[in-house]
């Protein structure tokens, strides 16, 4: 019986591989897309286009989605599509006939088509069911509170001087944030997140490794649920998190059990849906150097922030507007000792991992990128760090990956308490106010922050922000034609102007003007009506001013 069981696998060994090999299509261009930049609210929310608003950040060809037209045409090829990403204008498909690769590539729209190494086969992957996702424990408590008795937690929070801004209220009300990760088993259940449940935290959930999968499932990774316990856990004298008031989505991207490459392509399209829905910060404590197909390995080469497609994509994300905060990696005792990606990206803050004390952990991956760049950015508690595991046990974990998260929390509560600035000059702050901020290494980079600090040094660029807010004045309200800006006292130097409309794009620029007492701006009848954003550079700052136009 055996041998009959050996020859029906040998039979249809074949047929597996055929249904499993995937493919990575390369899109040429994005001409039949039905989408256009001057309507975002056709493919972004609300809450995204206001985020591109805020920070004076343009819509483009990059956020229009991939052409349907484009997918329609690969599906009619008889093949199941995996994978979608926008920004970088790929396609994963799966069940290809033999012979059947070349003709995809040989199709108008089609740059390249790539063999990609072919997964574990469904029987060998778990089997996901859905569950209810909303059990309540009768002990939920609200945290209505700002005061909090953060228990085993204090120190991971103490030590970056984060306790202030909470008792200061904020604790990342208003913000969004998105965990990618690699399951959230039992999430759903255990009592350190009830509040996320009482209160309605939890906005949405996507499986991108696993589509239609449970991310609470109890067969799949329980590293998401620890990563999530450092910012959003609410069990007061046993662990609070370090912005467990925030909002957030849940994006599963990893599949545990296996490395392969087109993972990297998963968390970019998790980071373009929580692009596409809003979220303020992501934290991401995954990193990727080897695989399990040593064809698809990076090279520490390739850690120069511009080649591996999830740091094309993370660092994608943060000109988007959001602060992507991403674990080093856990390599400095192993042959590779560097960070991984995307923590290489120029626009990502990657966090290295120090002990109770502060001593950097001896596993905690080092820079500097292949480019030399400082890299790690800063560094956070990720030896003995307090984690929730899937249940409900307080512990002790050690990883990179639980040292970003908690930095993610206190990143999203420093952006609460001082909206006016972008992504790039939270980071900016952390790090200058940092313990090493004047003397970075590959280690630390900038050190442990000091999120006391960071705000005290933002709040005082705000003030001088509001001064020069009161210089100028603009006329008429609301515009048509034209744009007179006056100012209440005279300048020694020239301004920029730079007008947006409501979907960021550039529609004036005025370099280098002698505004002396008063400056007009002609030409704006042909523009619709709707809000405008008018960028004031001199040289004691810039001014943003929200003008409608009838």
């Not at 979220?279 to 150097?289: F, K």
Request: proline share 4%.
């Amino acid at each position: 019986m055996k041998k009959l069981v050996l020859l029906s696998l040998s039979i249809l060994i074949g047929s597996v591989i055929f249904a499993q090999q995937r493919y990575l299509i390369n899109l040429s261009d994005k001409a039949e897309t039905e989408y256009a930049v001057d309507k975002p609210e056709e493919f972004l929310s609300g809450k995204a286009i206001e985020r591109r608003n805020r920070q004076g950040i343009a819509i483009d060809k990059s956020d229009l989605p991939v052409s349907k037209a484009y997918l329609e045409a690969l599906e009619n090829q008889g093949v199941h599509i995996i994978s979608v990403s926008k920004w970088l204008n790929t396609v994963i498909i799966q069940g290809i006939e033999p012979g059947k690769a070349d003709q995809i590539s040989s199709l108008p729209f089609v740059e390249k088509v790539k063999a990609l190494p072919a997964p574990v086969t469904d029987s060998e992957k778990p089997f996901f069911k859905q569950e209810s996702l909303h059990p309540l424990h009768k002990s939920a408590q609200s945290g209505a509170s700002d005061q909090f008795d953060y228990g085993q937690a204090h120190n991971q929070i103490d030590m970056i001087n984060g306790i202030p801004l909470h008792e200061m209220g904020f604790s990342g009300q208003g913000m969004v944030i998105a965990v990618i990760d690699a399951g959230f088993q039992r999430a759903d259940e255990i009592e350190v997140f009830d509040s996320l449940w009482v209160n309605e935290q939890i906005i949405a959930t996507h499986n991108f490794a696993e589509p239609g999968g449970d991310v609470f499932d109890n067969s799949i990774s329980s590293h998401g649920t620890m990563v999530l316990s450092t910012i959003a856990a609410y069990l007061p004298g046993e662990m609070v998190g370090t912005a467990p008031k925030a909002e957030f989505y849940l994006l599963r991207s990893e599949d545990a059990s296996a490395e392969y490459i087109e993972e990297e392509y998963f968390w970019v399209e998790a980071a373009e849906y929580a692009d596409s829905a809003g979220v303020d910060v992501i934290n991401s404590s995954l990193g990727y150097t080897t695989f399990d197909d040593p064809q698809d390995d990076h090279s520490y080469e390739d850690l120069d922030g511009n080649t591996t497609p999830i740091t094309i994509g993370a660092d994608m994300a943060a000109q988007k507007g959001i602060l992507v905060t991403n674990s080093a990696g856990n390599y400095a005792n192993s042959s590779w000792t560097y960070i991984g990606a995307p923590a290489d990206g120029d626009s990502v803050f990657a966090i290295g991992a120090v002990d109770a004390n502060g001593n950097w952990a001896s596993f905690s991956s080092i820079g500097p990128t292949y480019d030399g760049r400082i890299k790690p950015n800063v560094a956070a508690q990720g030896q003995g760090t307090t984690v929730a595991t899937p249940y409900g046990n307080i512990v002790n974990g050690n990883g990179t990956s639980f040292s970003s998260p908690i930095i993610a929390g206190m990143n999203t509560c420093l952006w609460q308490a001082n909206p006016a600035f972008n992504n790039y000059q939270i980071m900016e702050a952390i790090m200058q106010t940092a313990s090493q901020g004047d003397d970075p290494d590959v280690y630390l980079g900038y050190g442990i922050p000091d999120y006391l600090a960071a705000h005290e040094a933002l709040q005082s660029v705000t003030v001088q922000k509001h001064t020069l807010d009161k210089l100028f004045n603009v006329r008429p309200v609301p515009f048509d034609s034209h744009i007179e800006l006056s100012v209440n006292q005279a300048l020694d130097s020239s301004v920029s102007l730079k007008l947006y409309n409501s979907t960021g794009e550039l529609i004036k620029r005025m370099d280098d003007q002698l505004i002396g007492r008063k400056l007009r701006i002609d030409g704006l009848s042909q523009y619709r009506s709707g809000l405008y954003v008018l960028t004031i550079n001199t040289e004691l700052g810039e001014v943003h001013l929200k003008l409608i136009k009838q």
